[in-house]
């Protein structure tokens, strides 16, 4: 009774650990951010390339707990035995480099949103007839307003670029310096298209209206997407616990029932179910992930 207590004690802290790790990492609400700031901090200047993210330390062990201890829940429960359990557990220690792409792609699509916000910026400051390095020093300064968070991506990326051109830069490098380093597609065409009107005289407001209408709409259909399939992505989870709960239940209940599968070739027959297990559910996370 007790290892059960252990185990259900694990699963719950595992769970609430994800769950901390996931607030710890979502934005601020802007009625959570003060609007009057005493002093407010100074940011080293960092060139951030969106394709490459260290882990601390502690975010790293983060991610090793964060599958290590379902992983030894599950190995208990399929095993009975606490040495398979740990050993299962130790695929903990592969979590770090895929909870690495998930907040690479995490900060890649909070950086693409932004990027929306800052063209319909600079679209409505250049309307007003004002030279693009006004508009883009304009539209940093409202993208201020709109993200009060210093460390907010597209604030420092436009404050990069307006510094350099502060320093004699021409800003259409500046530009492609940020597109080269987002990894963005929709960004590099921007930076392209953005180069060639720069060199030809074209019609940069027109340009900059159609990228952001052109990203909202992805926006538009990337969330009408996730609405569709959250009901099966919700079903796709359950159909992947229910058998781990099951043999819970089961291995809990009625134990002497069991016990075949504890021993001999029960324990092969376990690890080949918890293998198609794994691979069902790494099958319906690339299903689930579409991308437009």
């Known amino acids: 009774m007790s290892v059960w207590l252990l185990l259900i004690f694990m699963g719950g802290a595992s769970w609430l650990l994800l769950r901390y790790l ?15 700031h005493k002093s407010p901090p100074i940011l080293p200047i960092v060139f951030i390339d969106y394709n490459d993210y260290h882990l601390s330390s502690k975010e790293r062990i983060a ?5 290590g ?3 030894f829940m599950i190995g208990y429960i399929f095993y009975q035995n606490v040495i398979l359990a740990a050993a299962l557990a130790s695929m903990g220690f592969l979590f770090p480099r895929f909870r690495r792409q998930q907040l690479i792609q995490k900060r890649k699509n909070m950086l693409y949103v932004q990027f929306k916000q800052a063209l319909s910026c600079l679209s409505s400051s250049m309307t007003v007839g004002k030279s693009i390095e006004s508009a883009f020093r304009e539209a940093w300064e409202d993208l201020k307003l709109l993200y009060p968070d210093p460390a907010c991506l597209i604030v420092v990326e436009f404050g990069l670029i307006c510094r350099k051109v502060e320093n004699g830069e021409p800003i ?6 940020f597109a080269d ?7 590099l ?18 340009v900059m209206k159609r990228t952001a209408t052109v990203i909202a709409e992805k926006l538009d259909i ?23 709960l099951i043999v819970a239940v089961l ?42």
């Open 222 to 244: 990337t969330q009408e997407i996730s609405v569709m399939v959250a009901q099966k992505r919700f079903e796709s989870r359950v159909l992947v616990v229910a058998p781990v």
């Open 69 to 71: 201890l379902p992983a």
């Open 189 to 206: 065409s921007f930076s392209d298209v953005f180069l060639t009107c720069k060199r030809t005289g074209g019609n940069l407001v027109e």
């Open 63 to 67: 991610a090793i707990l964060m599958l």
């Open 22 to 36: 996931e607030r710890r990492k979502s934005p601020r609400k802007a009625s959570e951010i003060p609007l009057i």
């Open 172 to 177: 259409e490098a500046a530009l492609k310096h």
């Open 181 to 187: 380093r987002s990894h963005l597609e929709d960004i």
């Open 251 to 292: 291995a809990f209940s009625s134990p002497d029932y069991m016990v075949p599968l504890y021993r001999g070739s029960g324990i092969l027959i376990m690890t080949v179910c918890l293998s198609l297990l794994g691979a069902c559910y790494v099958l319906t996370q690339k299903i689930m992930n579409i991308k437009v």
